[in-house]
């Protein structure tokens, strides 16, 4: 069967285990990850979006992964947690937008992927004042940071990477987690130190 056109967007936020700032995207992934290996975490709350006749309005979805060495030597574990609010058919757009399977941006990471962790269905919700957000799936993950401010006492945008390449987004505000948990899909990591690595940014995907 056929993949239909599809489109989604909103917003995205994600935190990793490297320290900030993330060497991976400014190494072009050949960078070593700060502790040796990676664990990230990456939201995305679905503003508006179809899949096809599928509607996707208001939905969400986490994309967890692990790789062992560098990420450009693939490898990579991922997983995804949808919104449990998701139908069947809906769960089922949502798992083939998120693991690339339907084309467009993750489907560049398949050469790296090395397993798929599975599919999760969890309460997903996120919270946004300003910079500060979270994205929490109860038992399964929780990560909350604040977008990093420059020098300039008069800037009201936080410090932004640009043309980085990333399926998310190319350009990411940057930004430091309070916290993140992970509890799901055969990955575990807890960082409360605030020395870790984050981004968000707005995000538009589409089918290839």
Not at 19 to 47: S, V, W
Not at 109 to 120: K, N, Q, R
Not at 158 to 179: C, E, F, K, Q, S
Request: hydrophobic content about 40%; aromatic content about 8%.
């Amino acid at each position: 069967m056929a993949t239909p056109n599809w489109n989604i967007e909103g917003q995205y936020y994600e935190t990793c285990n490297c320290d900030f700032i993330c060497p991976c995207l400014p190494g072009q992934l050949a960078a070593p990850p700060t502790k040796g290996h990676c664990i990230f975490a990456m939201g995305f709350q679905i503003e508006q979006g179809r899949y096809g006749e599928v509607s996707l309005d208001g939905l969400g979805f986490i994309v967890l992964g692990s790789t062992p060495e560098e990420m450009g030597k693939g490898n990579w574990s991922v997983g995804v947690i949808v919104d449990e609010r998701a139908d069947a058919s809906q769960r089922d757009a949502i798992t083939a937008i998120a693991s690339g399977a339907a084309g467009g941006p993750m489907a560049a990471l398949s050469p790296l992927v090395g397993s798929f962790a599975g599919v999760e269905s969890a309460q997903i919700r996120f919270d946004r004042n300003s910079r500060s957000w979270s994205v929490t799936a109860p038992n399964l993950v929780d990560m909350a940071a604040e977008g990093v401010m420059g020098i300039n006492p008069n800037a009201t945008e936080p410090i932004h990477l640009d043309n980085t390449g990333h399926p998310a987004a190319d350009r990411v505000a940057l930004a430091r987690p309070a916290r993140s948990h992970v509890h799901a899909l055969g990955m575990v990591w807890d960082d409360d130190s605030g020395r870790n690595n984050g981004q968000y940014a707005p995000f538009s995907w589409q089918g290839a």
